[in-house]
């Protein structure tokens, strides 16, 4: 499968699903997902509560990524303009440098139990640990299958916290949820735990939950990117000069938390984007997300530096809690055809697709916002959509579109007065 695809912006949505239907050999249960929206009343009436609808979002996908040496199409659901045209374009900067090479530190989901009042929280600590074995054992029945599936409770820790209500003691499952999310997984088993550590601890248990701060379940991407497709021809600069201006864009990043939360901003435009298709939980991944970036003080979760023979050495390190299995994808047909097309094998696989599209995302944007600024990219999309918006035929879209674009001048009565000269 190649994800290079020439010309994919320029084709018709029903052209771009033949196109990746064929290249990715989808089934036929895939693309009638595709072809149609895809989750009923029926169905999302059991995915939420007091449904009345559903809502669209637009579901494209990303060409040229190279991850781990296999070409991958990465579905991307977004509202927002310019994001899915960054990441291919992110994807085809890294293309013939090797493209991305991802590892992930292991499917490993945290959970908390929290007790109060404890007397001796010190002395309740070590005989929570003392009865490690048959607490893990404990939370292990509760998942046989996750456990014959190779995962399980690995390891108990306890922590004596100081808060404004006083010291508590909070019991930690580490828990192998291999290529589930996990949170029902763990928090089963701290629900199960819990009138045993009360016992253990004289106090009183209250929140039996996970921690989204996911960082024994980290992802990582790395490439690198030839100063050659960094120039920027619309400003004069040099691929040399693009470069450095990124690493001076991270450094800006790594020394003001207001500019790192855009930053980030901009990383988790991607994730998001592939979670949402996937239908996993983005607000899990990017609760992790944020708690990760403020260890030691809210920084990027980016890396730029200038490596070997001059190349920008890109990396991203990110906490990801996704699933391929247990979750609410098997609930949406869309999801299923998403997943399909990743056609990955494990939620290992889709966490390091994810950590590189994010940092495909991050320096596609970095490298506008430091050249020709993003409002150019934005405006031309920006300006398509007022002359949709002025009912301008859809075979006049692009031109008067791109008129408005070289009068500067977007605004939907010029849309309607040029659609009327150009008719
Ligand atoms: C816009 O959604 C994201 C950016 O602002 C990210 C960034 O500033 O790095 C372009």
């Known amino acids: 499968m190649n994800s290079r695809i020439n010309g994919f912006y320029k084709q018709s949505p029903s052209d771009r699903l033949d196109t990746i239907v064929e290249r990715a050999d989808l089934s036929a249960e895939a693309q009638a997902a595709l072809a149609n929206v895809g989750l009923s009343l029926g169905d999302a009436d059991n995915v939420s509560e007091n449904v009345v609808g559903t809502i669209e979002y637009p579901l494209s996908v990303a060409t040229n990524f190279v991850i781990d040496g296999e070409d991958t199409l990465v579905p991307m659901a977004i509202e927002e303009t310019s994001v899915v045209a960054a990441a291919s374009y992110g994807a085809l900067m890294a293309r013939d440098t090797g493209g991305f090479e991802t590892s992930v530190s292991g499917p490993i989901m945290i959970s908390q ?74 928090n089963t088993m701290a629900e199960a735990l819990a009138p045993e550590i009360e016992q253990l601890t004289g106090g009183d248990v209250s929140l039996r939950i996970l921690s989204n701060l996911a960082d024994r379940r980290l992802a990582r991407a790395r490439c690198r990117l030839d100063p050659a497709v960094l120039a920027s021809d619309d400003t004069d600069l040099s691929g040399e000069e693009v470069r450095d201006r990124i690493v001076d864009a991270w450094a800006f990043a790594a020394g003001d938390p207001y500019r790192a939360a855009t930053h980030n901003k901009g990383i988790m435009n ?16 990017e609760a992790g997300a944020h708690a990760y970036a403020a260890q030691g003080g809210y920084g990027p979760l980016t890396n730029y530096e200038v490596g070997e023979e001059g190349y920008l050495a890109c990396s991203i390190e990110i906490p990801m809690q996704v699933g391929t299995i247990g979750g609410a994808t098997s609930l949406h047909p869309t999801a299923q055809a998403s997943m399909e097309l990743l056609a990955v094998d494990s939620a290992d696989e889709l966490a390091g697709v994810m950590a590189a599209v994010g940092l495909a995302q991050n320096y596609a944007g970095l490298r506008a916002l430091v050249s020709e600024g993003i409002q150019a990219g934005h405006m031309s999309l920006h300006a398509k959509n007022i002359a949709i918006q002025a009912d301008v035929p859809q075979e006049l879209v692009d031109e008067v579109a791109a008129q408005m674009v070289a009068e500067d001048e977007v605004r939907q009565d010029r849309a309607e007065e040029l659609a009327r000269e150009l008719k």
């Open 113 to 186: 139990i929290q007790a109060l009042d404890v007397a001796d929280p010190h002395a309740a600590k070590v005989k929570i640990l003392n009865e490690k074995s048959d607490l893990i054992e404990l939370a292990n029945e509760q998942d046989p299958v996750l456990v014959e599936h190779g995962g399980g409770c690995e390891d108990i820790q306890v922590r004596v916290i100081d808060t404004p209500r006083g010291q508590m003691v909070v019991t930690q499952l580490i828990v192998d949820v291999r290529d589930a999310m996990g949170g029902n997984a763990v």
């Open 270 to 285: 991607g994730i998001d984007a592939v979670a949402t298709a996937t239908f996993n939980d983005w607000r899990a991944i």
